[in-house]
């Protein structure tokens, strides 16, 4: 995950502003919850004041796994804005913070659709250096689509074995067509045989 870290920073340098990152897949079940955690991890380490947040309001994956009791959150400072401080949740690792999902809404693309959360978000970029976004699939559901206007960039992942071409070629139109650009990609899953790990390491 350090040399994903890496590639992912020299992406980022390439860009005017590149505060806010989503993580995205095609489908559910590719492992962009893994990736987007451990990355941000990564970054802490550096002396970044890192903050996850979870915008998977279907199926809140990331806020199941690091605070499964908590019932603040997102949704919470959506509904007032001035509970944002009290609403996320400091890690063990240091320089790292947690804005679960909170309680879900009925309506999901409604609330990401309505503009409420610009002003939540214009409030997180002056709290943090980065803000890594972990949301639904692009495929399946239109709320990542919607939340990637919201953010400088987006991180796709695909599930090596599993995720089929169409449907990456698919994901990556929905993101383009948002204006956004892909800035990096994650193929999660793929095992490499001794000699292949052998040839990566001199390289």
Do not use: W
């Not at 802490?44 to 890192?50: E, F, I, P, R, S």
Request: proline letters at 5%; charged letters at 20%; aromatic letters at 6%.
């Amino acid at each position: 995950m350090r040399s994903t870290q890496v590639s992912l920073q020299f992406s980022l340098t390439g860009l005017e502003k590149a505060q806010t990152i989503m993580f995205t897949s095609a489908n559910k079940g590719e492992g962009k919850t893994f990736c987007v955690s451990n990355i941000a991890k990564e970054y802490a380490k550096q002396g970044k004041k890192v903050l996850l947040v979870d915008l998977d309001l279907h199926r809140p994956r990331l806020s199941q796994t690091i605070a499964p009791m908590e019932q603040g959150g997102l949704m919470n400072a959506v509904r007032d804005m001035s509970s944002v401080d009290n609403q996320i949740l400091t890690l063990k690792e240091e320089n790292l913070f947690f804005l679960p999902a909170g309680p879900l809404p009925s309506n999901p693309l409604e609330i990401v659709s309505s503009g409420s959360l610009l002003p939540l978000f214009d409030k997180l970029k002056k709290m943090f250096d980065l803000i890594f976004i972990d949301t639904p699939p692009v495929r399946i559901v239109s709320d990542a689509r919607m939340i990637a206007t919201l953010c400088d960039g987006v991180v796709l992942i695909v599930r090596s074995g599993v995720t089929k071409l169409n449907e990456v070629e698919e994901a990556k139109t929905h993101i383009e067509n948002t204006g956004v650009p892909i800035i990096g990609g994650i193929l999660n899953g793929q095992s490499y045989t001794r000699k292949e790990k052998d040839t990566h390491a001199y390289y």
